[in-house]
């Protein structure tokens, strides 16, 4: 039984930071990619920063500069730094993992991320 566990989420001032991190466990396929999406209230998910397991990692336009995407490989952890926050950077933060099996992905329960201006 996969495990997916999120955490880091909460509610802070515009210009604070906050670090997320997503744990996979008892997963018994290989994880490929990584990512973490969002999605605010009346809006569709879009996808935040992806990261490869080589640690190549690509980020929305709107959070480049800001946020930055990491992965620890061995304990199956993606981590998404947000600096700077943003009002506009105010929904339910997902992360996902893709498996070397096509259709075997994973995702979290979300954590919010809430920021006050």
């Known amino acids: 039984q996969v495990q997916v566990v999120e955490s880091g989420g909460g509610l802070v001032q515009a210009g604070g930071s906050l670090r997320l991190s997503c744990s996979i466990s008892q997963s018994i396929f290989v994880i490929n990619d990584m990512a973490w999406h969002r999605q605010a209230p009346g809006k569709q998910r879009e996808l935040v920063a992806s990261i490869t397991r080589g640690h190549s990692s690509n980020y929305a336009d709107s959070v480049k500069g800001r946020f930055t995407i990491s992965r620890d490989n061995d304990k199956n952890t993606v981590y998404l730094q947000m600096n700077s926050l943003k009002p506009e950077d105010t929904a339910v933060y997902y992360c996902?993992?893709?498996?070397?099996?096509?259709?075997?992905?994973?995702w979290g329960k979300g954590t919010l991320v809430t920021v006050s201006s």
């Open positions: 996902a993992a893709k498996t070397t099996v096509a259709g075997v992905d994973y």
